[in-house]
């Protein structure tokens, strides 16, 4: 079966100017996440969906961020008006579950901001 | 703010040597999981440890828990050019759903 699937995988924009990063899970995964990457290092959450709920969003560092889930499934990152430090690769995630559940990991999306 | 410490954060060794990645944290964790990443892909689950004090072993990797599950090892013997990677650990905290992931161990095996 198809696995976590991310678009676009590289996307180059100027400051100033909002971008959407899209995730499709894995079908009939509930769970999803979004985490951030920069200068291949660790991930930071961003924020955690169980369904189209987010129960966590502690993790979106300013009000420019923000994300949406539909049908349980396909996931929109957004960031608006971008600043040089959102430049990194997002990372999507997908578990069966809850997040003690094995999480598989999609591509990422490289984001440059100019 | 919780944090996970992973050393050392670059590594670089000959084929064939044996090598010990750790990963450390003041907080207790209800599992623990290591991940592999390559360049341009995302992680890739190894292994779940959950028992304080457990072992495993998957070929030439063996995982340890620590017996508080405060910490973490991830030992590779007879490294492999293919071993090459960031390794990542992470652990959702007791009480807390979601897993926090580790600083990172960039690992590069040279033939």
């Known amino acids: 079966g198809a696995g976590v699937s991310q678009s676009p995988s590289n996307k180059v924009t100027e400051k100033g100017k909002d971008v959407e990063l899209r995730c499709d899970p894995i079908?009939?995964?509930?769970?999803l996440y979004w985490y951030r990457q920069s200068l291949g290092q660790g991930l930071e959450f961003l924020i955690y969906f169980q369904g189209n709920s987010a129960p966590d969003k502690s993790g979106l560092p300013s009000d420019r961020f923000s994300a949406e889930r539909t049908g349980g499934s396909v996931s929109t990152l957004t960031i608006q008006r971008t600043q040089q430090e959102d430049s990194a690769v997002y990372l999507c995630a997908s578990s069966l579950y809850a997040a003690q559940e094995t999480q598989y990991f999609g591509p990422g999306t490289r984001l440059l901001v100019l | 703010t919780q944090l996970l410490e992973q050393s050392p954060q670059f590594l670089s060794i000959q084929e064939g040597e044996n090598l010990t990645v750790y990963c450390n944290s003041s907080s207790v964790f209800s599992s623990l999981q290591w991940y592999r990443q390559e360049p341009g892909e995302g992680p890739v689950l190894l292994v779940t440890?959950?028992?304080?004090?457990e072992v495993k072993k998957l070929k030439r990797l063996t995982f340890q828990f620590g017996d508080a599950r405060k910490d973490s090892s991830l030992h590779i013997t007879a490294a492999q050019p293919g071993d090459t990677g960031l390794y990542l650990c992470?652990?959702?905290?007791?009480?807390?759903?979601?897993?926090?992931f580790g600083t990172g161990t960039r690992l590069t095996i040279i033939p």
């Open positions: 440890v959950v028992t304080g004090g």
């Open positions: 079908s009939g995964h509930t769970a």
């Open positions: 992470a652990g959702p905290y007791f009480g807390n759903e979601k897993l926090t």
